[in-house]
């Protein structure tokens, strides 16, 4: 299951942090009063801003997406129109137009932001475009190039999400605190609920926050490039082929 893909060994490691600190703080009665308002400020802010820009990400991922199907779709009816053309040559526009699709959409699965492999499949295009170009009117070869361009700048745009993530230092940050909460939390609720609360409520808790905060974190680094199919909200391309 894909849901799985949230759970992982950053997970297991947090969590066994959390828990050798809530053994040793209960142990040794070691206490901590600190404002976890701080806390929440140094992990909550990184860590909301990077799963907002992730879901931005994924928002424009789509719309450059059906950009890019537009493009090629509006270019396939503009050359299935065009009566001059002989079946054969529009059925060999037909695997041209779907294999620069299966490139870009093959690249995007694969993490491969190459934009010259991507460029040498849609040359194929225009080399088609010339190679036909007194069976195709001006009028035509005007409006494949205007599309051309849209299917241009939807499938740039996609590939440069695979080398421009979403900002290092902000998860980073985000993750060095989570874990500085990992092993002061159980010493700062030794303060605050020790006559309160059951050891095992203790224990819970610091892992219970723990899970919480670790997940959201794998959560945005799964979603911030929604096309290798790790996690449960990634994009599915099968759904934008051309199935020409």
Known sequence: MKILQYINGRTILVITIALISCYWSLRFDFKLHFDV????????????????????????????????????????????????????AKE???????????QLFTQLRESNGDMKQFQEAFDDVMKFVQSNREFISGRIVV???????????????????????????????????????????????????NNQLSDWAIYFAAAFSSLILITLFNFQRLIEFPFDQKGADDIDLDDFKLNL
């Open 37 to 88: 308002v701080l806390f929440g400020l140094a992990i909550a802010f990184p860590l909301a801003t990077s799963i907002q820009t992730a879901f931005k990400r994924r928002e424009k991922a789509l719309e450059y997406l059906s950009l890019f199907r537009a493009g090629m779709i509006a270019i396939h009816y503009s050359l299935q129109g065009e009566e001059k053309l002989v079946p054969a």
């Open 92 to 102: 060999d526009a037909k695997k041209i137009l779907n294999k620069v699709t299966d």
């Open 143 to 193: 409006r494949i190039i205007r599309y051309l361009k849209e299917a241009v700048n939807g499938a740039t745009f996609l590939l440069s999400l695979i080398e421009h993530r979403t900002m290092a230092g902000l998860r980073f940050y985000s993750l060095s605190f989570i874990h500085v909460y990992a092993v002061l939390q159980a010493p700062m609720m030794v303060y605050e609920f």
